[in-house]
């Protein structure tokens, strides 16, 4: 009886060896692979109603294998969560109490929907490490969706979330990050400061270029692209000729003379101050009396 007691331990002693020893393999199955993310791009949407909204984001994964016998080649999973503000299935960017839906997806199409709750939605990268200890980098591209809801109303301001972020290899976690989300409403743009005049002072048959320029404020919704035209960007005063165009910097030199179309992709503050820069060569005689003022129009659009 002894005997068969003594059997019946060593075969469960290395039983439970072997379990041991197949669970530990099965922990330390990606501990050669190591994976970062760099800050992801932040989604900054200027909102306009019954409009549908997109904007693209990306972020970066960076990983190394530091085992020869580790795989070379892996896929990278990304999932993303419905935010702090987020239920079921959808996110929210919220201001206050009032909120505003919106989804992550993973084509431009906002087709197909990336939450990492939902089985099947990770972006999934294929990723070669074929070298042991040089990083590898993939990226990886998101959109941002806002549907034409057509809301009636909603209050003013910036409203914000915080999508959350798992990059995984097999199942196994190797990095957290979160993509900040915000969105202005209304999406508005306007002239708050007027160009002046631009007033050139020439003597005739000059040597030199002559150069002169005045500024205008847009004010537009924080993050809200637009483009500003200048027409027409020439013109004749007092038999002098002269060009004009757009520019993000002062006049001065021939250099800050710039086009006659000049497009932002917006700014934090909403509001940027451009100039409007005129050159008038040199070497013309002109004409004497009184200089008849030559109008150009200045357009937004948003």
Do not use: E
């Amino acid at each position: 009886m002894m005997h068969f007691y003594r059997i019946s331990s060593r075969h469960r002693i290395l039983r439970l060896l072997a379990m041991l020893a197949l669970s530990l393999c099965g922990l330390t199955a990606h501990a050669a692979i190591t994976c970062s993310i760099t800050p992801p791009s932040a989604i900054n949407i200027a909102y306009v109603a019954s409009t549908t909204n997109n904007q693209q984001g990306s972020v970066s994964a960076t990983c190394t294998r530091t085992l020869a016998a580790d795989a070379s080649s892996v896929t990278l999973n990304l999932g993303a969560n419905t935010g702090n503000n987020g239920t079921g299935q959808g996110s929210d960017v919220k201001l206050g109490s009032a909120k505003i839906a919106y989804s992550f997806y993973s084509n431009s199409a906002c087709s197909s929907q990336w939450l990492k709750s939902n089985s099947g939605t990770y972006i999934a990268v294929p990723l070669s490490m074929p070298t042991v200890n040089v990083p590898v980098t993939s990226t990886f591209n998101y959109w941002a969706c806002i549907g034409s809801q057509g809301l009636s109303s909603y209050t003013a301001g910036l409203y914000t979330d915080a999508v959350g972020l798992t990059l995984l290899i097999g199942g196994s976690t190797m990095a957290t990050a979160s993509i900040a989300v915000n969105l202005y409403a209304p999406a508005v743009c306007s002239i708050s400061t007027p160009p002046g005049n631009l007033t050139f002072t020439y003597n005739a048959f000059g040597s030199s270029a002559v150069f002169a320029g005045t500024s205008f404020m847009a004010n537009c919704t924080n993050f809200l692209p637009y483009t500003m035209t200048l027409s027409p960007v020439s013109g004749v005063v007092a038999g002098l000729r002269y060009t004009l165009g757009l520019s993000l910097a002062a006049a001065g030199t021939a250099s800050n003379t710039g086009p006659s179309t000049l497009s932002t992709t917006g700014n934090a503050t909403g509001s940027a101050t451009h100039y409007i820069n005129g050159s008038m060569a040199a070497a013309q005689a002109g004409q004497t009396g009184t200089p008849v003022p030559q109008a150009h129009t200045l357009t937004l659009t948003y």
